[in-house]
Structure formats: C-alpha cells, structure tokens
C-alpha cells in the first residue's frame, strides 16, 4: 500500500484538510507542530502485523460472533481494494469497527440512552483476496447523536481501517449509506472539499450482492490514491 501523494492537485481536494473548526474535536486533536517521522526501520516489516491471532472464522461475520443474533438489518458490504490504476491488493487488511443497529457503540465513552445489543461487539477485520476483494456480514448501524453542535447526528457509517505491508501504511476512513439525509448536516462528510469524492464514502446497493430471503448487498470499493482516490482521515 501507498501513501497519497501530495503532488497531485486532484488527489489533494479529495482529502479533508487536517483541521476542521466545524468538526469540534478535531482541532484539538490535529497536529499543529510539524509531523515526527515514524523511523525507517519499522517502515520495513515484510509483512502486516495482524497481532498473535490468525484472521477467519467470525471474524468477517459480525452477526455470529456471541451466543444469539444481534438485532437490526442484517446487511453484506463487499468492494475491492484498489489502486489508482485499478489494480487490486491482495493481502491487504480490512479492519471495520460500527455502532448498533440503534446508534450505540460497544464502548465505555459512548453514553448515548440508545440500547446496547448483547449480541453485537460491532468489530470485524478480513483480508482481501487476490482479486483485492473483501467481504463482510454485519447490521446496518444507526444513526447516532454526538453533541458537535445543536441536534447533531452522524449518518449510519462504518469505520474502515486499511493496512498494508508496513505500520506506516494505516489508512482510515469512513464508509456511508445511500440517500442518507443527514449528509448535508454532517461536518466530517462536508470536509471534504470536493463533492464527487464525498460521494466516493458512499456504498451502492447492489442486488447481485444482495442474497435472498437473507441480507441486503452493498458496494464499496476504496481507491487508495490518484484523482480518484477514497477520502481518508489519516494519511501515512
Ligand atoms: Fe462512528
């Protein structure tokens, strides 16, 4: 995996600023002092470090990691990783992690009276295949309120997590919903100068990913830099 390159004017306006005053908590954690590089020497690790624990299993199947089902709308997001000339990346790992089918996050900081579901940590991670595809059973999450300003919502969205061969490959963004109305009220989506790469966090409903009388299918490839780069928060 690469990182963006800030050479490119067409990448640069699809990538949010590093702060945003709109988005609140932000400008207290953006970096206002020049960036420490991380040491040449953890850049070289020949493979991804995916800790002790192998991926499989429920790992990628959100809905079967405890004893019973969670509640919600069970959904599929599957895309493709890729780069900016459509190549895939295999072996690429997908980390996701969402809040419930009712807007609340399996986290001790998250206090929002929504109901946690007993049955739905809302943590998944898979690799990609050859073909740089990845693939998720999980609930579609809810939206959440989150005290930025008067009456301020987050769009349903799951948070991805990209890594590559090195720890100074991580990547992190967002992914969205179709329609969703809360788009034009959300700071963090609206950070992104350029409308067509707002658009690019956007999932596709998709039928042939959709599986009868099961879940429904959603779309997402992420691109990981060029003109038609996905948006990230965080760039290596
Ligand atoms: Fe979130």
């Known amino acids: 995996m690469s990182i963006i390159r800030p050479d490119d004017p067409g990448a640069a306006r699809s990538q949010p600023p590093i702060s945003y005053p709109a988005y609140q908590s932000n400008v207290l954690r953006s970096p206002r002092r020049p960036l420490i590089r991380i040491p040449a020497n953890m850049k070289d690790l020949a493979a991804p470090v995916y800790g002790e624990l192998r991926i499989g299993g429920t790992d990628s199947d959100l809905t079967r990691q405890h004893a019973g089902e969670p509640l919600g709308e069970r959904i ?5 990783v890729l780069d900016e000339d459509g190549r895939p990346l295999a072996n690429t790992l997908v980390e996701i992690w969402q809040a419930n089918a009712a807007g609340r996050y399996f986290h001790a900081n998250d206090d929002h009276p929504a109901p946690l579901d007993p049955n739905f940590t809302g943590a998944g991670r898979a690799v990609t295949d ?36 090195s720890l100074e490959s991580r990547l992190i963004t967002q992914m969205y919903f179709p329609n969703d109305p809360l788009f034009a009220h959300d700071p ?9 790469a707002q658009q690019r966090l956007v999932s596709a409903f998709d039928l042939s990913l959709t599986e009868a009388e099961w879940a429904l299918g959603y779309r997402w490839d992420i691109v990981l830099r060029g003109r038609h780069s996905t948006p990230f928060e965080e760039r290596a």
């Not at 599929?76 to 493709?80: D, E, L, Q, T």
């Not at 919502?153 to 061969?165: D, Q």
């Not at 963090?188 to 067509?196: G, N």
Request: a positive charge.
């Open 188 to 196: 963090i989506l609206q950070s992104i100068p350029d409308a067509d």
């Open 130 to 165: 050859a073909d740089g595809r990845y693939r998720f059973l999980t609930i579609k999450p809810g939206a959440y309120p989150w005290r930025n300003h008067p009456n301020a919502w987050r769009p349903a969205h799951i948070h991805f997590s990209l890594f590559g061969h």
């Open 76 to 80: 599929i997001v599957s895309g493709r």
